[in-house]
Nanobody
């Protein structure tokens, strides 16, 4: 399994970015893609996740209403649309994948098996 994030860059506060997480090395859509971020000097935190098979989603309170997760199954890609960006959104953003069906969405880092290399998002105020 290989995950590649892209789309991170420098953007002004109030702007928008769309991050992509392209997955390869597996088939089927019974998996969850999670988005996490780590700001300088802080622990990594969950931002959002999506169950690809049933479109169930979750958002952290800090991004709710500003970030939207979506998918393109044909491309095996999950996107994170980030609007109204704030300086506090500055971080390295990681996507991660875990397989199988479950009752509740996985929100913890240790619930994910595969990780991408991360993409830097910098929001200037």
């Amino acid at each position: 399994v290989h995950l590649v994030e892209s789309g991170g860059t420098l953007v002004q506060a109030g702007g928008s970015l769309r991050l992509s997480c392209a997955a390869s090395g597996f088939a089927g859509d019974f998996y969850v893609t999670g988005w996490f971020r780590q700001a300088p000097g802080k622990e990594r935190e969950g931002v959002s996740c999506m169950s690809v098979s049933d479109d169930l989603t979750w958002y952290a309170d800090s991004v709710k209403g500003r970030f939207t997760v979506s998918k393109d199954v044909a491309k095996n890609t999950v996107y994170l649309q980030m609007n109204a960006l704030e300086a506090e959104d500055t971080a390295i953003y990681y996507c991660a994948v875990t397989f199988g069906t479950r009752k509740d969405l996985p929100l913890r880092e240790d619930e994910y098996s595969y990780w991408g290399q991360g993409t830097q998002v910098t929001v200037s105020s």
